[in-house]
T-cell receptor, first 113, second 113 residues
Framework: AQKITQTQPGMFVQEKEAVTLDCTYD???????LFWYKQPSSGEMIFLIY??????QNATEGRYSLNFQKARKSANLVISASQLGDSAMYFC??????????FGAGTRLTVKP | EAGVTQFPSHSVIEKGQTVTLRCDPI?????LYWYRRVMGKEIKFLLH????????ESGMPNNRFLAERTGGTYSTLKVQPAELEDSGVYFC???????????FGPGTRLLVL
């Protein structure tokens, strides 16, 4: 069964605007962590942001914020004030308990000038 | 502080040959993970080391793959003999604790002809 679902294979956003990348997950474990990684064209995987299942507040890191809706099992990434350098693949991932990480299929974001 | 490094960055080999990939984790990180992304598919977990011990190798596809982490520092992933379907990007990641954020290396792009 698919644990992590990213329904948007590709997204476009105008420079300086905000964009939301969707991620839904499936777990019955009360303890889990949610991660977003960015993969630019150079190929490396860059850690962006983390949300723990018990965290009361949504995680934020600079221009990145995670819209965590636990009841809906969604963990959308919001990028504010998009920059051209934000163009990349974005992966949502989840780790349940002590288990290993599962990744979504990714969303390719293109920022238009 | 140096991040996770992987060598080589690219490898092109013929079917039946052997390839060895190397990963140097962030200094002090006991946890080391291998993942791979086969063309067009999701990033899949391969295995997890805690120091020199294999914590979980449930993701290893078959016995043509052998991972080692002698001394608990760097790790190698050997594919012998390589098959066409082994082509993809092999990522290594490390973390301080088992449940902490994993930081990825740049990946090794393997092409089996």
């Amino acid at each position: 069964a698919q644990k992590i679902t990213q329904t948007q294979p590709g997204m476009f956003v105008q420079e300086k605007e905000a964009v939301t990348l969707d991620c839904t997950y499936d777990t019955s474990d009360p303890s889990y962590g949610l991660f977003w990684y960015k993969q630019p064209s150079s190929g490396e995987m860059i850690f962006l942001i983390y949300q723990g299942s018990y965290d009361q507040q949504n995680a934020t890191e600079g221009r990145y914020s995670l819209n965590f809706q636990k009841a809906r099992k969604s963990a959308n990434l919001v990028i504010s004030a998009s920059q051209l350098g934000d163009s990349a693949m974005y992966f949502c991932a989840m780790r349940e308990g002590w288990n290993d990480m599962r990744f979504g299929a990714g969303t390719r974001l293109t920022v238009k000038p | 502080e140096a991040g996770v490094t992987q060598f080589p960055s690219h490898s092109v080999i013929e079917k039946g040959q052997t390839v060895t990939l190397r990963c140097d984790p962030i200094s002090g990180h006991d946890n080391l993970y291998w993942y791979r992304r086969v063309m067009g598919k999701e990033i899949k977990f391969l295995l997890h080391f805690v120091k020199e011990s294999k914590q979980d190798e449930s993701g290893m596809p078959n016995n043509r793959f052998l991972a080692e982490r002698t001394g608990g520092t760097y790790s190698t992933l050997k594919v012998q003999p390589a098959e066409l379907e082994d082509s993809g990007v092999y990522f290594c990641a490390s973390s301080l604790g088992t449940r902490e954020t994993q930081y990825f290396g740049p990946g090794t792009r393997l092409l089996v002809l």
